[in-house]
């Protein structure tokens, strides 16, 4: 049954070319944190933009934003790939805190609270969008690439996500996450939500024992885990550690 699980794992990479990122089409590509107002302007509009158009927002908000209290917190950061000066793509990470949790707590608190008390360091990743004209680009193994590393920089212990029932399986068997909480109805956006969760101290040796062998276009851990410097993630490779987030900017957003 596992031999089974690790083909259907291997073709799946292939059939979607996972691990191809195309950059053809897209005009000087770059990937940046988002730490201007400007920047962040530019992913909550991303984000708000594809949830209207995705029919997870009933309604357009006046601001044509899509963003929470967590999205400005000072340890949250978001990256953004763009098209010259324009964010084509973007995604969030949420590190728990005391005082504001993550934003999956609205749906899932109970699950996150037995992670706490085993002393985990949690992160919520979130708001993954990516523009509908560059969708089968792949942009977000980037973006997932990065987040991954800062995630291990920052002693972060587990990747907590909440998806649509209809993308369980392919976080699953791509990523191995496992399940931590049920389907539930998230009203926020008025669709159906399934926690998941990554064990990040598992995660190197998993992927190692899952993909190590197999060839580069497949090779999910040395993706993650090694320097290419190659087409593939060359615009992407120096990304210098992010700044948190300025009180000014938070201020942008709340006037």
Known sequence: MEIQIDQKRIQRIKRSKVLQIDCKGIASPSIEWAESPEDLRQSFSLVHREYLRLGYLKEPHPSGLFFGIHSLLPETVTLVVKSESKVVATLTQVPDTADHGLPMDTLFKRELDTLRRKGRKT?????????????????????????YRHALCNGINDFCIMVNPKHVEFYKLI????????????????????????DLNLAKQRFHEKYGWSDTECNLHDYLHKSFGDARS???EQLEPPVRISPKTRAYFSA
Not at 175 to 195: S, T
């Open 123 to 147: 992160a919520e990743l979130c708001a993954l969008v990516t523009s509908p004209e560059l969708r089968w680009k792949n942009l977000y193994m980037q973006m997932t690439r990065i987040m």
């Open 175 to 198: 990523f191995m996450f496992e399940q931590l909480g049920p389907e539930k109805h998230y009203p926020v956006l008025g669709v159906p939500a399934v926690a998941l969760r990554a």
């Open 234 to 236: 060359a615009w992407a």
